[in-house]
């Protein structure tokens, strides 16, 4: 086991200097590698204009404002390798889901961060997938950072780890 995870190493080493996409079908194991360049460059960003950058480079076939006056709302969710949560909740990429009941912060609904570094928080374990998620009716907001709690949720597209945990 101790080879492959060498392996696995050296073929993301290689492809993050070559900004190649790399998977492993065997292991289920999917990497959308970022130029280092691209990854300074944003950790030097601020927090509104790593957003407003994330926004663009993956949501760039959205149609996003008309998703805005239908009252969606774009954050960042950080899930488990297994696109579960906290609370052991199922999520697949491109689905909605509503709560039943009033969202209440850190109790009930769907939590997300407005701004993509609030999610380290959350989720800093190494196998984590992050996704920009847009939310309806946004309800509470935790102080402190970006954590907003909402009534509806639909997952959009994964994100590397990278502009999350870095």
């Keep these: 086991m101790s080879s492959f995870l060498l392996l696995l190493s050296v073929l993301m080493a290689l492809t993050a200097v070559f900004s ?10 999917q990497f ?11 950790n030097k960003m601020k927090p509104g204009m790593q957003r407003d950058y994330l ?3 993956y949501l760039d076939g959205y149609d996003q404002k008309r998703m805005k006056a239908q009252g969606w709302t774009i954050a960042f969710k950080g899930f488990n ?6 609370n052991d909740f ?8 509503t709560c039943e009941g009033e969202p209440v912060l850190c109790a009930n609904g769907f939590h997300a961060c407005l701004l993509p570094k ?3 928080s959350y989720y800093f374990d190494g196998g984590n997938k992050y996704h920009i998620v847009f939310l309806k009716d946004v309800r509470h907001r935790l102080n402190g950072d970006s954590k907003v709690c909402a009534k509806t949720i639909k997952i959009g597209p994964r994100i590397d780890h990278r502009y999350i945990t870095e």
């Design 81 to 86: 390798s297994n696109m579960t949560c906290m």
């Design 32 to 42: 959308d590698v970022i130029p280092l360049q691209d990854a300074r460059k944003f």
């Design 118 to 120: 609030d999610v380290s």
């Design 55 to 57: 926004i663009n480079k």
């Design 90 to 97: 199922a999520y697949r990429e491109g689905k909605t889901y």
């Design 20 to 29: 190649i996409p790399f998977a492993c079908t065997k292991h289920n194991i």
